[in-house]
């Protein structure tokens, strides 16, 4: 069974920084695309960052892009998103979502995981 | 303010037919394919149709994508209650070189 499990959010202070990671199971990591993508309270999906096979193509939307860092490490099954310069408005349930396969659903998300709280307030 | 525009809502009664739409443009939607997610109160997201049109697995045939030029579509006939949710559209956009949402459209059985 497909497993995608979020950790490392928390309550956080303007400035601050977090590291949230995403452990994957029941599938192999390095076969897929990742990506994070993130819910502020009462809104809409919105897309943070991809990350290739291998980790060599790595994108950001503008509104974390030179804040975030996202990455992975195949062999330990888990996907990263180093958050610097958090601001009030990075409060959000933050998803993993893996990318289907091209065999299997490409270029959409066939699984998310239930997603890890960042809430920044002083 | 999101690059594909849904509408914020949407509704009808059980066993009606709704459909809602997604616009976007020619780096999104017209170049790639679309996604449709459906998201129930309080739970992630679901593939709901990729490809433009494709079901995956488990989702029934009630549910219905197409796409036409910047333009895409969800269609549900067969209302049920359990339809209630938000539902987003999603595109590649390689002009951008980021992944696109629409703002989500909250769906309401009547």
């Known amino acids: 069974e497909v497993q995608l499990v979020e950790s490392g959010g928390g309550l956080v202070q303007p400035g601050g920084s977090l590291r949230l990671s995403c452990a994957v199971s029941g599938f192999t990591l390095m076969s897929y695309e990742m990506n994070w993508v993130r819910q502020a309270p009462g809104k809409g999906l919105e897309w943070v960052s991809y990350?290739?096979?291998?980790?060599?193509?790595?994108y950001y939307a503008d509104s974390v892009k030179g804040r975030f860092t996202i990455s992975r490490d195949n062999a330990k099954n888990s996907l990263y998103l180093q958050m610097n310069s958090l601001r009030a408005e990075d409060t959000a349930l933050y998803y993993c979502?893996?990318?289907?396969?091209?065999?299997?659903?490409?270029?959409?998300?066939?699984?998310w995981g239930q997603g890890t709280l960042v809430t920044v307030s002083s | 303010q999101s690059v594909l525009t849904q509408p914020p809502s949407a509704s009808g009664t059980p066993g009606q037919r709704v459909t809602i739409s997604c616009s976007g443009g020619?780096?999104?939607?017209?170049?790639?394919?679309v996604s449709w997610y459906q998201q129930l109160p309080g739970t992630a997201p679901k593939l709901l149709i990729y490809l433009n049109n494709q079901r995956p697995s488990g989702v029934p045939d009630r549910m219905s994508g197409s796409k036409s030029g910047t333009s895409a579509s969800l269609a549900i006939s067969g209302l049920q209650s359990g339809d209630e949710a938000d539902y987003y559209c999603a595109s590649w956009d390689d002009s951008l070189n980021v992944w696109v949402f629409g703002g989500g459209t909250k769906l309401t059985v009547l």
């Open positions: 990350i290739s096979h291998t980790g060599s193509t790595i």
């Open positions: 979502a893996r990318q289907g396969g091209p065999s299997e659903y490409p270029l959409s998300y066939d699984y």
């Open positions: 020619t780096s999104n939607i017209e170049r790639n394919p």
